[in-house]
């Protein structure tokens, strides 16, 4: 008999379904924290969760007995994935059940923002009836802009189709078919898209690169009398910003669901004209609730019966010793991936994926997922490892393609890798030195050798005296420094390659000087993780 504990308030469809199942019994114990919370989960296989409890490292220290949290919704930040990866506890989430609800709630602040709702409602309890005053715009014929078109970006899109709105969207892993079936306009970057937008509604994952993507200055390049809406993730918008914004009169209407710190209580577009805030309801609907909820039991459910893993956000469904074999090239194909998610341009169609020499007769299937995790991770509004990474690519029209050779080349195994997109086909390659030793060995069709860690500047020029030192004096002069350095190039006097490793991030001011250079042609800064850093999965 499994012991299963729920610690939030959970759909009563789902505490039925868990009730009935066969080989397991289950408790409802909410409101639990710190010692109590730990002594409780030491004496349970299984828990379920949403958002109200905090389960840290400290909570799962000595517990021997948990095998698998399952969290009620998306977001698993309040679980200590790390913490409980070492202690063997699989984490899992439900991913899919609040989209159709989160894309409905980014609908609803909209609508309310164009038409004035509350004011307008405001207004009539206060006694006044004035029409005049809250004179609303319609939507139809207006310009929508999403930044991330994932399930929920997917979902807003197709509505304002319906609205009869001209979509334009941003995301750097959609094909162009897939936006064609949406009928949304793809753009290569977001400042490209805002001079024209009416509506701008952003639904991507909260990152380093994604932090206030919307900020003073993307709102001065706003077409005037814009409406943001948030329903994703807070911060993603700079709330000093739209507040001066909304000041200034460049914006006519900011609504959010979501805040950098929640609860959220206080904000500086609280009280302001214009502004709509909700606390963080895109996924409370009835309907989204009872999704989540079933799935989650339906999760640990199967888990206990077949031991089947699915969304599992730090664990792959795959055996110790399979992963322990495959995990020096596993950790090349990641970071191939990640590479390739910061170099490549334009609207991807295709990945190819050659593996040659030993890492041929290896699973390339699941190195080609490993690819993909890193490829996608940071433009993915959810967890992203080995297990889901594909499926992800392919649902946004992407094709994937694995080629293999057993003849070894000009190394034991190597894993090249390209994306096609509307603009260019770039390409990486990847080798494994020893065990656990990963290197860059091609650019485009350049040939070098470079660690394949850290921050990377990569930059194309004429293969003309003086390039690498003037690169160095220049970073040089804003106190960068140069750890490693490798050049490609095609013969004497044509064209190169240089892949510099630093041990900083460059200034923008430095790049800027770099391509003022008239032989450097273009230049790249990819972030890659330290040596030997590596993801949950993967461990």
Known sequence: MHRVIVLDNLAPEGLNLLRTAADVQCDVRTG??????????????????????????????????????????????????????????????????NTLSTAEHTFALMLALSRNVYPAYQSLIQGNWDRKRYTGSQIADKVLGIVGLGRVGQEVAQRAKAFAMRVVGYDPFISSDRAAELGVELVETVDMM????????????????????????????????????????????????????????????????????????????????????????????EEAQIQVAVEAVQLLVRYFETGEIRHAVNVAAVDPKTLAGLRGHLDVAYRLGIAMAQLHRGTASTCRIHYRGEVAEKDTKLLS????????????????????????????????????????????????????????????????????????????????????DGILFIFHHND????????????????????????????????????????????????????????????????????????????
């Open 194 to 285: 805002l001079s024209e937008i009416d509506y701008l509604t952003v639904h991507t994952p909260l990152n380093s690169e994604t932090k206030n993507l919307i900020s003073t200055r993307e709102i001065d390049l706003l077409k005037p009398g814009a409406r943001l809406v948030n329903c994703a993730r807070g911060g993603i918008y700079d709330e000093e910003a739209l507040a001066e914004g909304l000041r200034s009169g460049k914006l006519s209407g900011v609504a959010l669901d979501v805040f950098p710190n929640e609860p959220c209580t206080a904000s500086p577009l609280f009280g302001m004209d214009g502004v709509l805030c909700t606390p963080h309801l895109g996924a409370s609907t």
């Open 464 to 539: 003309v005296p003086g390039i690498i030192g003037t690169v160095g004096t220049i970073f040089g002069s804003h106190r960068i420094n140069i750890a490693q350095m490798a050049v490609g190039r095609t013969g004497p006097k044509g064209r190169a390659v240089g892949v510099l490793n630093l041990d900083g991030y460059p200034p923008a001011e430095a790049i800027d000087e770099v391509l003022a250079d008239k032989e450097i042609e273009s230049a790249h800064v990819i972030e890659l993780p330290p040596t030997g850093d590596l993801p949950e999965w993967m461990k």
């Open 32 to 97: 639990l924290a710190g010692e109590q919370l730990s002594e409780v989960l030491a004496e349970y296989d299984g828990a379920i969760c949403r958002s109200g409890v905090r389960i840290t490292s400290e909570i799962l220290k000595g517990n021997r007995r948990l095998k698998a949290i399952v969290r009620a919704g998306v977001g698993t930040d309040n679980i200590d994935r790390a913490a409980a990866t070492r202690s063997g506890i699989v984490v899992m989430n439900t991913p899919t059940g």
């Open 369 to 452: 997922a490993a690819f993909c995790a890193g490829l996608i991770e940071r433009a993915m509004d959810e967890e992203v490892n080995i297990v889901n990474s594909e499926i992800l690519l392919r649902e946004r029209g992407i094709e994937l393609i694995e080629e293999c050779s057993s003849d070894k080349g000009a190394f034991t195994n190597s894993i090249v890798t390209s994306i096609e997109t509307d603009q260019s086909t770039d390409t990486l390659g990847g080798t494994l030195f020893g065990n656990d030793m990963p290197r860059l060995f091609r650019v485009g069709e350049y040939r070098l050798e470079a660690y394949l």
